[in-house]
């Protein structure tokens, strides 16, 4: 005769100590889970709903410019090191983790322009409009020393003086070279008092410059004839540009994928190219409502930050063409500067409030050390909601941004713009000859030619 007992072991459910989790052991047969996406879609909708209650993305201000706040520079080296110049000259070495000023540069006679580190984070380059280039010590020493008090006593180690005023500066990413933007691109060597290379493409001013990640020699600029260029340092004239209808305003390589690049746009857009085809925009970013001023890319390359005159900053994914984030407050006026932090969890904005402004990445991420636990919970909340991101109700709580009044408006008033221009072009196409007008797709509109 055969008996069937259920027996277990007492040391399979017993708890060593009071501290530690009851094990459970659970059935995954679907069978006896008939309810079990209706509770998942539930779970997805709670996650999506308290992902809106704890968005806390704006963490502090830090104040101390006494004018506008016009660029910013990071410091490859330290995490916590930030520098900012603002338009009355003043350039100001932040400690991003105190909130407070390390250290204070009598900087320019006129507006500073321009910020960049050396590779080795030892050495601070600005220029401005005063015609000069300086070249500034970095103190390690303070961003580790708790002290509050303020080194007022930088002296520049060089001051080179250069016939016309300078608009942005960059540095390589690897090497001792960095280059400056005004009535033409010129190199320079951290030695020499004047630039070893320079190079000039038209009449017009360069107003930004920047280095490719990988490739040390190679950088791109844009300027105000509505031109981005890409340059080569070991050739003796300019590789390729390309005209657009209206000016970029700022431009940033991705550093994981460092053969594209984004620029920022007047007309409201920003535009990822890749540097081998640059008659065809690879992505359109759209969403501000007036100009972009600046953009810099996260160190994952997976994303981007924007600051625009419309006194909003907006993060988009590299390859999506909305934004992720909408990042405004009441008395942040137009946004000059933006960059992400070196560990691609904070975004750092300088607007024309005298104010620099310290933001998280991802609004509602909990800050501080979490334990095992609530790691697994927020991985858990992030997998149920792109699970059931495509029904209608979760999308519509995870898209939804709250918008002020005044930019809620001239977005309205824009896309009602846009929709009277787009069926004015199919009313043309439909009354004319077949074939006489031919569409051309967003990422060409905007493009005038490719000059080699």
Known sequence: MKVKVISR???????????????????????????????????????????????????????????????????????????????????????????????????????????????????????????????????????TDSDDSIDNSSEPLAVYVWKNAFWAVDHQWEGDLFATAGAQVDIWNHNRSQPINS???????????????????????????????????RMSSPARKVIMRTKSNSISWNPMEPMNFTAANEDCNCYSYDSRKLDEAKCVHMGHESAVMDIDYSPTGREFVTG???????????????????????????????????DASYVISGSDDTNLRLWKAKASEQLGVLHPREQRKHAYHEAVKNRYKHLPEIKRIVRHRHLPKPIYKAASLRRTMMEAERRKAERRKAHSAPGSIVTEPVRKRRIIKEVE
């Open 9 to 143: 072991s007492t040391d399979e459910f017993t708890r060593e100590r009071s501290q530690d989790l009851q094990r459970v052991y659970h059935n995954y047969d679907p069978n006896l889970r008939p309810q079990e996406k209706a509770v998942e879609y539930v779970r997805a909708l709670t996650a999506a709903k308290l992902e809106k209650i704890f968005a806390r993305p704006f963490i502090g201000a830090l104040d101390g410019h006494r004018d506008g706040v016009s660029c910013m520079a990071k410091n490859p080296n330290y995490l916590k090191g930030f520098f900012s110049g603002s338009m009355d000259g003043d350039i100001r070495l932040w400690d991003i983790a105190n909130r407070r000023t390390v250290c204070q540069y009598s900087g320019h006679q006129g507006a500073v322009r321009g910020l960049t580190v050396s590779t080795d984070g030892r050495i601070l380059v600005s220029c401005g409009t005063d015609c000069t280039v300086k070249l500034w010590n970095v103190p390690v020493a303070t961003l």
């Open 199 to 233: 190079f000039q493409w038209g009449t017009d001013t360069v107003i930004s410059v920047r280095f490719n990640p990988a490739e040390p020699n190679v950088l791109a600029t844009t300027a105000s004839d509505r031109s981005i260029t890409l340059y080569d340092l």
């Open 308 to 342: 625009s005159y419309d006194r909003t900053i907006r993060i988009f994914q590299y390859n999506g063409g909305r934004s992720r984030e909408i990042y405004h407050t009441k008395r942040m006026q137009r946004v000059f500067c933006v960059k992400f932090s070196c």
